[in-house]
């Protein structure tokens, strides 16, 4: 079969959907449970701002901590009898820059200063590498894709990266159950491709696919794009293999869907980011791959016409919806300026436009059965007059375009200017209340002309995001970074989410950026309790320091 | 002198239901075929020519009486017609085959000049090629069985006003040429002549009354029996990994090695 469209529209293939790597649904960090917030807001200034710490750039970073031990040569030279493979630039193996791709996050916003990349292939290279490094009081960052959003993944100062890529080994597949049992550094997509060839799907998906460990998505607790199909990992992900601080390995790896057996230890790691144990092996239910695949695009007029069409869409389609994605007109204006700039935009997507958009996706096994519900969906919405207009994919190169208009929201508020990200979870009824109050605060400080007007020094406040969770994104798009901006958005936005109970970080984390936060949305009984898991886990404090909870 | 009364012109786009351009192409089992059990849709080259009939309309100089969708393919390809019309052609034509029959390029035009003088169309805009089999033929056969003119391979089309004046671009190595003719005319399209538009929901359910007229192949005289029998069907030999050398000398030496410098 000839490829006749590979120079125009089609090459957009090559790009898969979900490759690109300003995806903002990177790293998720999912809360089952939103406890209020323990502080007034009038307070809550004072109260979280670590003094001198500025989050955004990561350049005024907590202290180095003078319990740990600095990486010396000698200690390398011990590591190295134990690990398979280095990288250092105490030993000349490697050079001060070359090791820039380890010590600083893909955004550039994080540096670290660690003159040690260990690289272990086994568990047991993992495990003998802890015990050293806690014999000897040695400070240790666990490291996966190095695609987080929030510093997660990178020293702070001197800590020895422990890098899981070499643990990239698919260890068993269970065709019957879909159990899937791998080590921590496989690839997300390399997981997933491997699953497709067997019929199966991996129950994650995100924009970062291409670079993301699956190790790294379960401390992490990444949610992405699947999740209101399949839920989160808290759900899918059956056993766990982990190297504790010490270098005791537990195997959890347990393939059973139900175990009543005493505290479930597995969920404790999920979502952990690394502090309290590397996780080294994942066992993982996969669900079936959906063989039929549609995607439809809605113009609607109002934020309450979209959650109307997402009740309709549930009810009409049932177990066979897989996302449900929305974007305002402003994230919406900001993409189709960024396709015509690539002289992408040829195709005129919608008669009549709206100020909020919305994607369904459907997924399912019967061709024929899917598209007879979805027609009775986009019936009923046409007839009630819910939405404005829509289209609907007609092939796979359409169904891609669709996607594009969601996903590439992120990498086209970047290139419109500097963007103040934001990734919150609120109560789905009141999700874009945190953005039009800052378009309010932002107007009142004089900084915001109009609504994506492009100009000035902010020249949009976008939103957009997973509906099904309740997870809304919001970028402000600023001229450049400046200490103006961000006194008024910071922590404005997080008031804001603390009042309608919300959770400052739906998906991305807390790493660095967001630990002094967590008392938005953590009361200070969670936090002691979570002070007391680590304690326990890791009294020296070595793994992942400075993070999490500080 | 009178002005010329604006003829009518009625467009037939011939729509072919293929293997989607994402999919991945697998040999079937047989050796002699692929799996056709995967996602089907329009071919890409049909979809611009669609596309470019209901611009001619829209254009308003060219008076369009009615653009009709064809498709010879099994029941399936309904839907390959209801893409077409809810894109805003405006009536389809199914000549329906079993599943799996190969229609060869002959048996199409074949079929096309039997509809066609039927039902008095003066204008072709079709596919250069379906991306299935890559034949890229009914367009010429086509015009040679009516008699008529053909614009192949068309990146820019131009009508004046009553028909008497068609031009077409067509691209080819260095540059452009560019071809006059009248109608009828059947003109095959190129992957520049436009960007096709999305079916908007609107018209996916006003497409939905629109009217397909069935046919069987006996219905119409017509005798689909292939000509050719398919021997093998391969796949494509698979890409040798690459090495990676530690100097330029390195490279050279290979380079020697492997007899390209």
Known sequence: ?550 | MRPTVPRLVNILVPVKRSIDYAVKIRVASDGKSVDTNVKHSMNPFDEIAVEEAIRLREKKSTKVDNITAISIGPTKAVDTIRTALAMGADTGIHIIVPENTVVEPISVANALKKIIQDKKFDLVIMGKQAIDDDSGSTGGMLAGLLNWSQGSFASKLDINQDGSKIEVTREIDGGLEKIESKLPLIVTTDLRLNEPRYASLPNIMKAKKKKIETFKPEDLGLDFTPRFETISVSEPQKRQGGGKVESVDELVSKMKEAGVI
Request: glycine share 10%; with cysteine; proline share 4%.
């Open chain 1, 1 to 550: 079969m000839s490829a006749p469209r590979q120079i125009t529209r089609l090459a957009s293939r090559a790009i898969s959907r979900r490759a690109s790597p300003l995806g903002n649904g990177i790293i998720r960090n999912q809360r089952s449970s939103i406890l209020s917030p323990c502080q007034s807001s009038s307070s809550s200034s004072n109260q979280y701002q670590v003094k001198g710490l500025s989050v955004r750039y990561g350049s005024h970073l907590p202290e180095r901590s003078p319990n740990f031990v600095k990486p010396t040569e000698k200690h390398l030279n011990d590591l190295k009898k134990i690990v398979s493979s280095s990288l250092s630039s105490l030993d000349g193996t490697a050079t001060q820059e070359e090791l820039k791709s380890f010590n600083d996050d893909w955004m550039n916003k994080y540096h670290g200063n660690s003159k040690i990349v260990l690289k272990p292939k086994t568990t047991k290279e993992v495990s003998e590498i802890m015990k050293y490094c806690y014999q000897n009081d040695l400070a240790v960052v666990p490291q996966g894709g190095n695609t987080g959003l929030v510093g997660g993944s990178n020293p702070v100062h001197d800590e020895i990266i422990l890098n899981l890529s070499n643990m990239n080994k698919i260890r068993s597949f269970d065709q019957v159950s879909g159990c899937l049992v791998a080590d921590g550094g496989v690839v997300l997509e390399a997981a997933d491709h491997y699953l497709a060839e067997k019929g199966f799907i991996f129950p994650l998906d995100l924009g970062a696919k291409g670079s993301c460990h699956i190790g790294g998505n379960v401390a992490t607790n990444a949610g992405g794009l699947r999740l209101l199909r399949y839920g989160s990992l808290h759900g899918t992900v059956l056993g766990l293999e982990v190297v504790l601080p010490d270098g005791t390995i537990w195997n959890g790896l347990s393939k059973l869907r139900k175990d009543n057996t005493g505290f479930d230890i597995k969920q404790l790691f999920i979502g952990s980011e690394g502090t309290i144990g590397i996780i080294t092996a994942v066992s993982i239910m996969c669900p079936r791959r959906p063989s039929a695949m549609n995607v439809a695009v809605f113009s609607l007029e109002s934020y309450e016409a979209v959650q109307k069409v997402f009740a309709e869409a549930k009810g009409h389609l049932g177990e066979i919806l897989s996302a449900f994605e929305f974007f305002d007109k402003q994230s919406y204006a900001l993409v189709k300026h960024h396709q015509e700039e690539n002289g992408e935009a040829e195709r005129k997507v919608f008669e009549t436009e709206g100020d909020f958009y919305c994607l369904i996706e459907t997924g399912g096994s019967n061709a024929e059965h899917d598209e007879a519900k979805l027609t009775g969906l986009l019936e009923h919405l046409m007839e009630n007059e819910m939405v404005l207009d829509g289209v609907l994919a007609q092939d796979s190169t359409q169904f891609q375009a669709l996607w594009k208009l969601r996903e590439l929201v992120p990498e086209s508020a970047g290139k419109a200017g500097s963007v103040y990200k934001y990734d919150v979870s609120v109560p789905v009824a009141k999700m874009y209340e945190p953005v039009e109050q800052l378009r309010v605060k932002l107007r009142e400080g004089g900084v915001l002309e109009g609504d994506g007007k492009m100009e000035g020094p902010i020249k949009a406040v976008t939103g957009y995001g997973h509906i099904g969770d309740g997870n809304i994104h919001i970028n402000i798009v600023a001229t450049k970074y400046t200490d103006e901006i961000e006194k008024i958005i910071e922590p404005y936005v997080y008031e804001v989410v603390s009042k309608y109970d919300g959770s400052i970080s739906a998906e991305h984390g807390l790493g660095v950026m967001k630990a002094p936060y967590i008392g938005y949305s953590k009361n200070q009984t969670s936090i002691e309790l979570m002070k007391k898991v680590k304690q326990m886990f890791d009294p020296k404090g070595l793994l992942n320091p400075y993070k999490y909870i500080v």
